[in-house]
């Protein structure tokens, strides 16, 4: 079970940090990513981080102002979302995969379970 949180109403320019907590699955062992959906948009990929920490990915429309961690002992993967835009709303989704190669964690294929996602908005 993924369980997402942190979710909220902010300011273009300001911070927040979403997290999400995973029970039921060997932490360590996952690949977690975060994917977001606007409204009348599919689905995205966000940024993605391997089970070492050593492998991270982000989407080009985040990279420089995002940034994923994970804490293996509290099974937690956290996106710290710097220099906010009205183009970040969106509900956010927190995913794991088991065997996600490094060519396919910007794929929502290669995930195995899904959080039930946390809202984020953005105002100018």
């Known amino acids: 079970q993924l369980q997402a949180s942190g979710g909220g109403l902010v300011q273009a320019g300001d911070s927040l940090r979403i997290s999400c907590v995973a029970s039921?699955?060997?932490?360590?062992?996952?690949?977690f990513g975060w994917f977001r959906q606007a409204p009348g948009k599919e689905r995205e990929f966000v940024a993605a981080?391997?089970?070492?920490?050593?492998?991270?990915a982000y989407a080009d429309s985040v990279k420089g102002r995002f940034a994923i961690s994970r804490d293996n002992a509290k099974n937690t993967v956290n996106l710290q979302m710097n220099g906010l835009k009205p183009e970040d709303t969106a509900v956010y989704y927190c995913?794991?995969?088991?065997?996600?190669?490094?060519?396919?964690?910007?794929?929502?294929?290669?995930?195995?379970?899904w959080g039930q996602g946390t809202q984020v908005t953005v105002s100018s």
């Open positions: 995913t794991a995969g088991r065997s996600v190669i490094n060519t396919s964690m910007r794929t929502e294929q290669a995930y195995d379970y």
């Open positions: 039921g699955l060997t932490f360590r062992s996952y690949t």
């Open positions: 981080i391997k089970w070492g920490g050593a492998s991270i």
